[in-house]
């Protein structure tokens, strides 16, 4: 296994292989998202065109079996201005950690750990003063939440983050178990870095 930071043509050579994640990885609760390659080929432009990328890829031999990525949060204000609206952060200050995809089989070795480091210390060399990321929040009585599921909260408090009040994005997505996409609530947290 190796952990290794990407940019430039080695982060846009990773990004339909980071699509593949993002659908298998998604496709469990609580995102249930029922995914479609050419959307998220789609998505992914942002971190070809964004100078301030990063992609972190996980890697057991040559095949990626996590990732992680990043930008600068204002590559994303279209997105979550409105979010961040009223809660006193300059959008410029603040780096965005987008997605933390890793294949289960590889869970519980520290990887998620690095995917932060590496992602809040890019960050930093952008002069970044704040990290933040959201997280698609579920009822706790869904229907297709697993027996035993265990949030990632404790994850993320542990390395000093910690829910934004009133920052919540919407966005729409087909879940699994659905005919068309519906709106869901995703709660920013973040942390000084």
């Known amino acids: 296994m ?6 430039g043509q080695a982060l846009e050579a990773a990004l339909d ?3 593949r994640l ?11 998202y029922d995914g479609d390659f050419d959307y998220e080929r789609g998505y992914l432009q ?14 057991d ?36 950690c987008a997605e933390s995809v890793l294949l ?24 970044r003063r704040y990290s933040t990321f959201c997280g698609v929040v579920r009822p706790a009585d869904h229907p297709l939440r697993p027996e035993g599921y265990a949030p990632l909260d404790p994850f993320w408090r542990k390395r000093g983050y910690a829910p934004l009040d009133g920052a919540v994005a919407a966005f729409r997505w087909k879940d699994i178990d659905r005919d068309a996409e519906t709106a869901k609530s995703l709660q920013f947290w973040i942390r000084a870095l």
Do not use: C, K
């Open 2 to 7: 190796r952990v290794e930071v990407l940019t």
């Open 17 to 19: 292989d980071v699509a």
């Open 22 to 32: 993002r659908i298998a990885v998604f496709r469990a609760f609580p995102y249930l």
């Open 46 to 59: 942002t971190y070809r065109d964004s100078p301030g990328a990063v992609l972190v890829g996980a890697f």
């Open 61 to 96: 031999a040559d095949r990626l079996v996590g990732a992680a990525t990043g930008t600068p949060m204002e590559d994303h204000a279209e997105d979550f201005a409105g979010a961040f609206a009223g809660t006193g952060y300059d959008l410029s200050e603040v780096f965005y």
């Open 104 to 127: 289960p089989a590889y869970r519980g070795r520290g990887i998620g750990h690095r995917f932060f480091d590496l992602r809040e210390a890019h960050g930093r060399t952008l002069n």
